[in-house]
């Protein structure tokens, strides 16, 4: 058995989805006076102050605690043309390589699953992600565990695929958050695909 493990930002797209997403769903004054509200929490995550899971938590539950799960995941459906415009196709090319060879492919990423797995689907790949936590079907914020970034990842592909001495692994990053991932695999790669 071989499995071929894909971050997605920066890996499989040429930039990270958070903000294009984000751009999906606000608009350019909502999005701006949010980013200044969080600028201290950004401006402490750009000096290693706080952790990458602390900022985004922060970030995503300000422009989205509340939101209806519903009307969320009408957002992440209507994502999937503007991934396709930021997805690397050299990458893309790497995917379907791997399929054609009849090989699990899998998103290992710190993105939300829920605008990843639509596109995803479109390709028959499955979604290591991070999840989000719904309660009466309203988005509260908060990660449903850790967000799936360092070790997080490791963890994430040994919770789907545990006998690691079964498999083949090749892995595929772009980032100091694929480190672990990356140590793990038979066949890493760092920002190339061959």
């Not at 990270?16 to 701006?32: E, I, M, P």
Request: aromatic fraction near 14%; include cysteine.
């Amino acid at each position: 058995m071989t499995i071929a493990a894909f971050d997605f930002d920066g890996t499989l797209t040429t930039k990270d989805t958070l903000l294009v997403f984000l751009k999906h769903v606000f608009s350019k004054r909502q999005l701006a006076a949010g980013l200044m509200r969080l600028s201290l929490v950004l401006t402490a995550f750009k000096f290693k102050l706080i952790s990458n899971n602390i900022a985004k938590q922060k970030l995503f539950a300000y422009f989205f605690a509340g939101m209806s799960i519903d009307t969320f995941n009408r957002y992440a459906e209507s994502f999937k043309p503007k991934i396709n415009a930021v997805i690397n196709p050299v990458a893309l090319e790497r995917l379907k390589w791997h399929q054609e060879q009849g090989h699990t492919c899998v998103i290992v990423s710190a993105s939300v699953e829920n605008w990843i797995k639509p596109w995803a689907a479109d390709y028959g790949v499955l979604v290591a992600s991070t999840r989000i936590e719904v309660i009466d079907g309203k988005i509260t914020g908060r990660f449903l565990g850790e967000n799936c970034y360092g070790s997080e990842k490791e963890k994430r592909v040994l919770e789907l695929y545990p006998d690691r001495a079964g498999y083949q692994l090749y892995a595929y990053g772009d980032s100091g958050g694929d480190r672990a991932l990356l140590a793990m695999a038979d066949f890493s790669f760092y920002r190339k695909f061959e």
